[in-house]
Each structure stands twice: as C-alpha cells, then as structure tokens.
C-alpha cells in the first residue's frame, strides 16, 4: 500500500496512433491535388454548361437545305472517268451555281470537266450567301482556326471564313477546295463554346490542331485524374471511422468537410474520370475493328457510264432536287433525290434479302422506338428502322426506305456505349435519361462533385504556401560583418 513518501504514480500513456496513410501517399495527394484539382474543377464546370450547350457544326441534313436546286442545264460532264470506271457511292449538288459530283474524297466539276478549282473569294461568298439566305460583307482565306480546328476539317482546308452582316454576327466556313458549308457559327455559338465544349474537351486550337499531342494530354490528364480520385477515397475510407467512436471524421472545419464529401462524391469523380478516359479509346480499348461484311454491304459496283445515262434521264425529266444522292444497294446504282429513293421505296422483302450479305442473321425487322444502341441524346435519330440482329450479337440499323446502312454496333461498340457514354451521361435508366428532369439531376450531382474538389483545392494551396514559407523560414541566414 502507498504512504505519503511514496512518490506520485505517473499516468499511463495512451499508445501511439499508427499513422493512418503512408506520409509520401497523402503529399502526393496534396500537391497533385491542386494541378489536376484545378482542371477537374474545371471539367465539371464546363460539364454543367455541356448538358446545355453542344459544340456548333453543320449537320448534313442542314447542308443540304440550305442549297441551292442542282442547275442540270449546265450538267453533267463525266469526262473525269472512264465509262467502266467503278464509282464509290457520292452526291451531286451545286455549287455557287454549278453542278458538282462528290465521289471518292474529291469534288468533280460537272458542268466544265475535271476536278472542281479553288473557290474564288465571289463564288465563296455566294456559297454562303445561298446557305444563310443574307447577303455576306466579308470573306477571308484561311487555313484554320478555333472552328476549324480537329482532323475532321483536313480534307476541306483551306476555308473561306465569310462574315453574313447579320444580328446574330453569323460567321460561314465556305471549303476553298469543296466549296461546301463546312462550319456555321454565331457569337452566340463561339461564346458558349469557350464556356463548355472547349475547356471540357480540351479543344484551344494551340492544342487540339496537334491531334497526337492533344490525345496524350487528355489521356495522361485523365490517367493523373483518376490516381488522384482513388488515391483520396482510399485515404478518405482509412479515415473514416464510424464505428470507432462518435467522430465520422478526425478532422475538422474545411478539413472534415473535405473528408466526408469527397466519400459522398468519390464514386461520381471516379465514373467521370474513367468514363473520360474511356472516350479517347487509349491503347486500343473499346475500338471497333472494320466489319468486313458491312464494308462488302455498302460497296458499289456502278460505273460512270451507267451514273452518266441515270443523270441524263434526271436532266430530261427536270427533276427539282437540291441533292441526289449516289446510294449502292445490293451492289447497284440507286439514286436518292432529297432523301426520296427514285424508283420508289424498298420493299421489307427487298431489306431482308439484302441484309443476307451482313452475315449470319439471327432476326431482322422493322423499329420504330429507340434502342440502347440507337437512341438521340442532345440530338435526334432517324425513325423508324430496319434492324438486323446478326448471330454474333452486332446490330445493323438500315434506311427502310433506301436499305443505306446507318450505323451499326458490335460487341466493342455495345461496351463503349456503357463504359464511356452510359457512366459519362448517367442516361441508364429508361425515362429518365435526357430531358428537364435528367438536366437538373446531372446539375446537382456536378456542383455537388465540384464543390467538394474546389475544397480540396483550397486546403492544398493553402498547405503548400504554409510548406513553401516554413522552407523560406530555414534558409540559413547571411553573416553579418564585423
């Protein structure tokens, strides 16, 4: 028993805590943190603009209305080919008030023979002047700019960049070398598109004209993105301690909200992240090999002789046509007038004969609703069509009334839809995947994600500042002389 000499008992210690992450994993975390915190933020800012606004470009079907009926008095001149020639499926339209044929990735001037010249900056302006329905006020030549920027322009380049004069400062892309409409924009246009396509997709034309350099920044950003994401739900779950006692977090203030948002919102930052990622197809993954069934479907066996009588027998009828299009079927020449078939539609019998050259066909029919690999998101599809089934599970989406060959999805195609489009959207549940409703609960879920990254990045700015003033604080100091 103790006495009063005895000395005083020392408290007993409380063991140390391990430490609860590994000290390089969390500055690491931290430092990454900020760099790619900041563009992260970034994505999901420019994310919530997205749902709303798309990235501006001309459709086919809106190029084509705004042209001009083909001048078939002044065709049609095929002295390019040979009469046995075979010719690729193409369109004959106008431009600038001459017939042109559209055929193997070149323009043919129908009415003087050979390929079609360089637009002059007259017959640009009147291409634009046709398209916008305005008289235009200016037009220069250029090789490319912000509008012009991705791989898809190249063939068309360089363009004649006409201001219409109009309200809405309406800007036309007329192609030097096709003479179409290649990109229409508006302010309107061209300022959303700084606050949503460009920032999220990383399209500055400073980076994006480099398609190799562009592909790996988005690839490696999202690569540092997505070790970031996991690296602090992993910090944040080791953390977390709601069975240890009362505390959901050790932390406190900014700190705990950090901690117990970034759990709430770690999930959705890693579907976005890795669904990002999924969209550049890196290294192969999820990109469709060709089809060699659908290439031999849409192959053409017509020669320009039979091309040259069939437009012959157009230019004596008089057809009133802004397009006629060169569509094969079963190998033949068919001609498609503004999207009528000439010689009447097809027949169902007349699609599932043809759908035999695609392989093997497990079922085949009519659709008139949207599937999960034919459906309109922002933008709409064409309805009804004519599915083919083929045994292996890939999907062909036929034109009922032409039998042209619309898009198709074999299993890689299926599994981009949902690894990419599927995580990236959240459009997975029927009825509830585009719309007011949708919108508003992508708008909540992404301000929610962002705000919760912008915290992260604040604590981290503000720890490195402390770390780079504490090292300022430990350089030795100059001696002072005597």
Known sequence: MPTASDPAPKPERKPRRKPWAPRWLVVT???????????????????IVMLFVRWPEVTDAERAAGLHP?????????????PDQVLPDGVVEAVAGRPVLRAGGETYDLERGGVLAPLTEAEAMQVAGEHAGRTPVAARLIERDQWTTTGYFNKRRPFWRVEVGDPAHTVVHVS????????????ADRVLAWLGPIPHWLYPDILRHNTKLWTQVVIWTSVAGLFLTVTGIYLGVIAWRPWRDRRLSPFKGLMMWHH??????????????????????????????????????????ATAGELS?????LKAEGLEARQVRLV?????????????????????SDLRRAAAALGPVASQGLMQTEDAYWYGHHETVALPVWRVLRTDGTRFYLDPGTGEL????????????WWHLGLHRLDVIPGFDRGAGWATAMTVLLAFTGASVAIGVWLGWRRIRADVTRLGS???????RA
Do not use: K, N
């Not at 030097?176 to 302010?187: D, N, S």
């Not at 009588?309 to 027998?313: N, P, R």
């Not at 619309?406 to 839809?417: E, I, N, V, W, Y």
């Not at 350089?475 to 002072?480: M, T």
């Open 309 to 313: 009588a069939a437009l012959a027998t």
């Open 176 to 187: 030097a070398r096709t003479g179409q409409v290649a990109q229409i924009t508006t302010r």
């Open 474 to 480: 430990l350089r030795p100091r100059p001696r002072a």
């Open 70 to 82: 083909i001048p078939w008095e002044r065709c049609c001149d095929l002295s390019s080919f040979g």
């Open 29 to 47: 975390h931290r430092y990454l943190g900020v760099a790619i915190g900041l563009l992260m933020l970034l994505w999901f800012a420019s994310g």
């Open 406 to 417: 619309l898009g198709s999805a074999d299993a890689t195609a299926q599994g981009f839809r």
């Open 260 to 301: 117990l948002t970034g759990l709430a919102a770690g999930l959705l930052t890693l579907t976005w992240t890795l669904s990002g990622l999924f969209s550049m197809q890196p290294w192969g993954l999820l990109e469709s090999p060709a089809d060699p069934a659908a290439e031999h479907y849409a192959m053409s066996h």
């Open 328 to 348: 094969p079927f079963e190998g033949r020449l068919t001609l498609v007038a503004d999207g009528r078939r000439l010689g009447g539609p097809l027949a169902q």
